[in-house]
RNA sequence: GCCGAGAUGGCGGAACUGGCAGACGCGCUGGACUCAAAAUCCAGUGAACCGGAAAGGUUCGUGUGGGUUCGAUUCCCACUCUCGGCACCA
């Protein structure tokens, strides 16, 4: 009788006992790096991670056998608000017991899934060993000015009452709790991720084991766009306005200009007569109840004349400048040039207040922003829009009135968080010597255990007077510390560089190592990281590259985005309380039978709905494939080496053995269709038990039960691997099975005696018919056009012509 | 609006470089076992129709409309819908 239970605990304890899964910085076999997505250890797994475990866990292992020194790491995002929020929400227990004994929950419901991490690896953000290095990130990116404090709006989520990076902003609202997000001026610290912004735009294309859609997001979210730097002169104070612009080919179609509210050029632009004006404008679209109605698509284009006049450098005309809402300030120069025949915004705007419209690129109806030939354009009429591009600028920079520029919508990535759950910012301020950092043999900077972490909206640690004072490592006089801890994403942007040296006292890694194990060779996770997680590891990784710590250039090689698992239509949480938990699971049904039913459900990167008697089914196959397993091995056992040829009935299930398994390796190595693997499995334990069944124990054929059996197992390992472990010792075979080569399949074997084929008669098939496989085309012709079938529905007509597909169809035109 | 992915039985999904659509599983139907049920096992299962039932046969069928081809789920064109991302980025 099959026990999961009594199989899954016995083999999990034999290897943890044997350390098999234990991998090795350094051996004679090639290096393979699989990562899993780290979690935030906030509660406990749902069977969504462990479709994620599962994917990797079997990736990992059917490399082994494939000949791989593979590392195969775990970890835990464990800083950050989650952890923070549920411990307050949880009375007062302090977030770091609470983190701690979610995560000890978390790796007991691992273990017994059988995953195979090498738990000497495990890394933990919050342990000082970690964070230390976090800090020293801090620190290299300070050393090199791409760590800065700056004053300016940001986002505030006043639910988790902190600042928030624009990645974590959707649709305007905080992306953890959904609060509408409020705008703040604070000085706060950032990352200068927008000096990467080139690289990281152009690295896209050199991932081509990414899917399309991630790379298509980044790219989107980088948002680089080329065009020109014009210099507009400004009549009434003969100073310049530079505007950034796309389409420099409409230059001599601007009929007038636009800056947005916020700029600082708006009270020098600003004359005297028009100030009361421009100032009731402001406070009308300041006071506007959402600031994210002023930023929508779809928001009436407003403004107000400031009654001062730009110059055309191109043509010397007069043209008005306004302040108008739809204009960023923090893109590009804040600024536009206007050309409403070209740009629907701008017509919009020249509608409301009746401005000239002037077309310049010929067109049916303005507003047209498409292509096409310049007109009224000075020395560039006649030329196509897209070939007077590059001349238009080249004139520009010919006059001194502009240049090529290049824009990008990213921004720097704002780390600083006034949450009490993190790294702490390693830097001091000094009456005397002002911004310090703390010297890299200082850290870590220790987070204080007892501290009131409350949220406030300032800092918790700011409240701690232990902690704040301490004195300038330049100067030595007393100074205070820094209070704002750092964004999660920094702790999770450089963890996969840990995995390879997690124990490293004196640096975070040792750069001959990771040079060895990185890039990653599969990266797999949800896509919710496509944009946030993906981007900022990137980042880091360029900068250390830069700083001499590494020599690579992109730290994910392959990214695989698993889809996510629903119950009852929608995401599991724990608010709609339909959360499917894989310790019942395991119980009930064991881990072997989850892990199969999770990639049998559907195209991994696919979503898919958790249906109970989905995972009925594929139990009853695993009862079924032990039940056929306890047919075979007594046979196979007592008549070992008995030899008699096969028969054609016998040959084609050998052919189908042959035929699964290396459809089996090519649905892994391809796009990791594990679906249609476990399929295959099941097919040939239909097939197989089907054989036994269809005559009598002593006149099946061993041999081939034999050759099966040897093959089934080994392959079954990566997916079900406790059951595997326990047929192959049934077999009289030396564990582990996890460590035998991946079987391989036999090309000649796959070769069929006998091919059934369909006779057509125009593309409808009339017959089918079983004929020898090596049969010539004229051969199979004659035999089609002499079946009994045939003649009779050609009924004495003449074919005029006959196609033969070899081993597949006869297709009878008349 | 822009970009990306997709649409196949009652359901999840298969189908190699264009070659017998619906593998595998779920569900359903019938049967065996049982006093009965559950479990298990066996058989059937795209739709409509012809046939006395059976054997068998015909037509239609991969979102819609066209096209290429002896032959299209697969290639081309147009459209509809669904999902995901971005969204006043000049």
């Keep these: 009788m099959y026990d999961h239970d009594k199989i899954e605990s016995k083999w999990q304890k034999k290897w943890e006992e044997s350390g098999i899964f234990h991998n090795p910085n350094h051996s004679d076999k090639p290096k393979y790096y699989s990562l899993v997505m780290f979690p935030y250890p906030s509660g406990t797994l749902h069977v969504g991670h462990v479709k994620n475990y599962t994917i990797g866990d079997v990736v990992s292992r059917y490399k082994r056998m494939q000949g791989y020194n ?38 007991n419901q691992i273990k017994k899934l059988g995953i195979s991490y090498d738990w000497n690896r495990e890394t933990i953000t919050f342990e000082e060993s970690y964070y230390k290095w976090t800090q ?14 700056k004053s300016g709006p940001v986002n505030w989520c006043p639910s988790c009452k902190t600042v928030l990076a624009n990645e974590q902003v959707v649709d305007g609202k905080c992306e953890r709790c959904g609060t509408p997000v409020a705008i703040k001026q604070l000085d706060q610290w950032y990352f200068k991720i927008t000096d990467y912004a080139e690289e990281l735009d152009t690295f896209i294309d050199k991932l081509t084991g990414w899917p399309e859609n991630v790379k298509t997001m980044q790219k989107n979210w980088i948002g680089k766009s080329t065009g020109a730097e014009v210099n507009f002169k400004i009549k009434e104070t003969g100073k310049t306005l530079k505007i950034f612009t796309t389409r420099p080919d409409t230059l001599w179609g601007v009929t007038f200009m636009a800056i947005a509210p916020e700029s600082p050029l708006l009270s020098e632009l600003t004359s005297i007569s028009k100030q009361r004006e421009v100032e009731g404008f402001l406070t009308r679209i300041n006071s506007t109840e959402n600031r994210f109605e002023r930023f929508s698509t779809d928001a009436p284009k407003e403004g107000v004349f400031l009654g001062t006049h730009a110059i055309n450098p191109v043509n010397g005309e007069e043209i008005p400048i306004y302040v108008a809402n739809y204009i960023l300030y923090e893109y590009g120069t804040g600024a536009i040039m206007a050309v409403p025949a070209h740009d629907t915004r701008d017509y919009a705007f020249a509608k409301k207040y009746s401005l000239p419209i002037r077309e310049v690129v010929a067109c049916d109806q303005p507003p047209y922003a498409g292509e096409g030939m310049l007109k009224d354009s000075g020395p560039f009429t006649g030329t196509k829009s897209n070939e007077a591009m590059d001349k238009i600028i080249e004139y520009l920079e010919e006059r001194k009135i502009g240049k090529r520029a290049v ?33 890299g043999k200082n850290l870590p900077v220790k987070l204080p255990r007892d501290v ?55 640096k975070p890694f040792i750069k001959s190592d990771v040079d060895e194990w990185l890039p990653v060779d599969q990266y797999i996770g949800g896509v919710e990281h496509a944009i946030l997680h993906l981007l900022y590891s990137r980042f880091i990784t360029k900068v250390l590259r830069d700083g001499g710590y590494l020599s690579f250039d992109e730290p994910f090689k392959n990214l695989f985005t698993q889809g996510m698992i629903y119950k009852d239509g929608a995401k599991m949480s724990k608010s709609k309380g339909n959360i499917v938990s894989p310790d019942e699971m395991v119980e009930k049904y064991g881990a072997d039978t989850l892990r ?116 089934f197992v080994p392959a079954l390992s990566p997916f079900a691997p406790h059951v595997a472990e326990e047929l192959w010792e049934m077999m009289d075979e030396k564990p582990f099975v996890t460590n035998v080569n991946w079987p391989s399949y036999d090309e000649d074997a796959i070769k069929p005696r006998k091919i059934e084929i369909a006779l057509m008669i125009n593309g409808k098939v009339r017959s089918k018919i079983v004929i020898d496989a090596d049969l010539s085309e004229d051969e199979i012709r004659q035999i089609a056009l002499n079946n009994d079938k045939i003649k009779s529905t050609l009924n004495g007509k003449n074919p005029k012509k006959v196609f033969v597909a070899a081993g597949n169809v006869v297709n009878i035109v008349t």
């Excluded at 800083?79 to 790796?107: C, K, M, Q, V, Y």
């Excluded at 919508?409 to 010597?433: E, N």
């Excluded at 004072?469 to 999660?488: N, V, Y």
């Design 596 to 711: 199969l039913y999770i990639l049998f459900m559907g195209p991994p990167e696919k979503d898919a709905e958790w249906l109970e008697s989905g995972i009925e089914g594929v139990y009853r196959f695993v009862f079924k494939l032990w039940g056929l397993f306890e047919n075979i091995l007594p046979l196979t056992k007592s008549n070992h080496g008995m030899k008699r040829d096969l028969s054609d009935e016998e040959y084609e299930i050998r052919r189908k053995l042959h035929m699964i398994l290396k459809k089996i390796t090519n649905d892994i190595e391809g796009a990791f269709r594990f679906n249609t693997v476990v399929s295959g499995f099941m097919e040939l334990v239909n097939i197989f038990s089907d054989y036994v069944k269809s005559m009598p124990a002593d006149r099946l054929n061993v041999e081939l039960l034999d050759e099966f059996s040897h093959k």
């Design 452 to 506: 009131k972490f409350d949220p406030t909206g300032k800092s918790p640690l700011s409240y701690d007077e232990n902690f704040l004072h301490t004195t300038c490592p330049k100067c030595g006089e007393p100074a205070i510390r820094e209070s704002d801890t750092m964004d999660t994403f920094v702790d999770s942007s450089w963890y996969y560089l840990r995995y390879v040296n997690p124990k490293e006292r004196e």
């Design 70 to 107: 593979v590392m195969n790491p775990f970890g835990y995002d464990a800083f950050g608000l989650p952890a923070e929020n549920a411990a307050i929400a949880h009375g007062n227990i302090h977030p770091e017991d609470w983190t701690r004994s979610n995560i000890t929950t978390i790796r």
């Design 136 to 149: 020293w990130i801090f620190l290299k990116l300070y050393e090199k000015g791409l760590a800065y404090k």
């Design 407 to 439: 824009n990008y919508k990213l921004r720097d990535w704002l780390i600083s968080r006034q949450r009490y759950w993190g790294a702490p910012i390693p830097v001091v301020y000094c009456d005397k010597c002002g911004i310090v950092p703390v010297p």
